[in-house]
């Protein structure tokens, strides 16, 4: 049988969110770490019948996909899935010739369904390949993403437990080509995934990512499927799936490598549809925010949107220009009044500055010592990242504020 130890309920943390790589205090990089900490000690002690073995139907939308669509469907080939196990491929009106690679790969192959529809935009996709299939778990992943061979089979293990409404697998960065990926990657590693291990605990988890998502198909149906009313479909359904009252856990073994924008430009566009779709779907279900029956879901989680992911990214452009400020004039009164200079408010704003990067470097350690095979050479990115990545991520947040 599937066995997890209780859940905590009295503990209660706030935590950056992705690409949000906002100063915090110590105290809750500890809250953050120790419910980190706690999660994979119980993971790594959940026991999982090896005899459950689910349907379970894979769908890849896919829009201009013919470079890498035949790539990845030969990954989810190659996996160790469970017994009665299909592909549905959905091409959404590609321009190119993803429908006729595909089929030229795959067409023969019985386990593998290709379709081809007008195009409806991302939800319509997958709601489509949703449509052709009974299967009890839906797997879906993004077209230019690459399974391990075991993810398949360890995102539907967690579904014999039947309160568990979805499971959110652990996304990675294939593609760490240059410095915009790498820190895309430590993004990936050092927040995205420690977020999700704390917010596994406190069963508060926002967003199962697209690239690297299992659901309990008849919920998908329950909840409407994926909503084209957001610009974050996955997020929507995943808080529509926690609403009835369902469970969505944190798989951090169901490793999928998934390809990260490679050009300042096409990083801009990805993150300012995320960040404004979650703004749009933290609106949509602003009902929950402080709401008892709602949990950690209500005082934790949604208001950790809010503020560390909407409001911080606005404010931490002042806290920057203050600390440029301040070094600033302490070199112009130590020029023109080099016997009054004083280095006292000089160094306390130093003290703390270096005080937010160390808590910065310890969280990122904790990430990297609880994740399996990364390279920690990706650490040696991390304080420069504070220069160029930060400001992307400020100027996205005004852009979706403003808009």
Partial sequence: ???????????????????????????????????????????????????????????????????????????????????????????????DATYRVACDAFGSDPRVRIFTKENGGKPAAPNFGLAQTQAEVIVALDADTIFARDTVRKLARHFEDPRVGAVAGNAKVGNRINLLTRWQALEYITSQNLDRRAFDVLNCITVVPGAVGAWRRELVERAGGFDHQTLAEDADLTLAIRKLGYNVVYEDEAVALTEAPDSVRGFIGQRYRWM????????????????????????????????FQILFPLVSPIMDLLLIGSLASAAVNHWQHPEEFSAGNLWRVLFYYALFVTVDYLAAILAFALERKESWWLLIWLFWQRFFYRQLMYYVAIKSTVT
Wanted: include cysteine; glycine fraction near 4%; aromatic fraction near 8%.
């Fill in 1 to 95: 049988m599937y066995q997890r130890r209780p859940i905590p309920s009295n503990r209660r943390h706030r935590t950056a969110r992705p690409g949000d790589y906002a100063d915090a205090t110590p105290q809750v990089g500890t809250l953050q770490a120790r419910l980190a900490i706690y999660q994979r000690r119980r993971q790594r002690h959940a026991v999982f019948n090896a005899d459950y073995s689910p349907s379970v139907t894979v769908v890849v939308p896919a829009f201009n996909e013919e470079k890498v669509i035949v790539q990845t469907i030969a990954s989810l080939l190659a996996c160790d899935p469970p017994r009665d196990f299909q592909i549905v491929v959905v091409d959404d009106g590609s321009s």
């Fill in 276 to 307: 404004y779709g979650t703004m749009q779907v933290a609106w949509k279900h602003r009902e929950v925010l402080f709401r008892s029956q709602s949990g950690a879901l209500g005082f934790v989680a949604l208001p950790n949107v809010i503020v």
